[in-house]
């Protein structure tokens, strides 16, 4: 009786810190209804509030970039990431980039960005060649058909992102939302660092000299 006494004594009032996880029927869990105190979501750990601002983001942005996309098809007949690469090799000093360079600035990956060169290529817009350096890599270079499309192209990126984006905040949200943006990029960056390919590195095992060999036997 005393030890369970003592132990009692020895529990907090209320545990903020670990509150007690409840399932639902549909598999949900939740915190006696509650996330640090405030009303659980239907996403698992998640309150409202953090529910309402994810979801509005997600489709904030999934929104923009089909609404920028659908802009420059219609007009120039060129969708959101053959503008980006167009771009991407128009300021570059040379004109061009290795492939396996614009799949990791565009966060994308190779086979997609072979694809896109590919449709480009076909158009006149790009060209393609062995790397003069290593006679191995493959060099994307704009023509100047494409740097004729890809400068009337920005004209309609840049009226749709100032339609869509700017003219829906004050520049206080603007200067707000570009650096809270920012944040979680250099955050995933650390996180998840892209390979030269685009994809994510896979992780490796080291196989000591001894468990080698007896692969190998």
Known sequence: MVDALMKAFDQPLFDWERPRVMVDEDGRTC?????????????PGLDNAELRSWQNFLEATLRLS???????????HLTLIDVRLLNMLNTSPTGSARMGDLAEALL???????RVIG?????????RAASPEDGRGVLATITDDGRTAVAQAMI???QGVRTHFLDQLSRPQMVATGENCRRISAALQLATPLTRS??????????????QNAVQE
């Open 31 to 43: 915190a006696d209804g509650l996330i640090a105190g405030r009303t659980a979501s239907d996403m």
């Open 66 to 76: 089909a609404a920028l996309n659908g802009s420059l098809v219609d007009r120039d």
């Open 108 to 114: 994308s990956s190779r086979s997609r960005i072979t």
């Open 119 to 127: 449709r480009l290529e076909r158009r006149g817009l790009v060209r």
């Open 156 to 158: 309609t990126y840049g």
């Open 198 to 211: 685009g994809r994510r590195p896979k992780r490796t095992t080291t196989v000591e000299p001894r468990e």
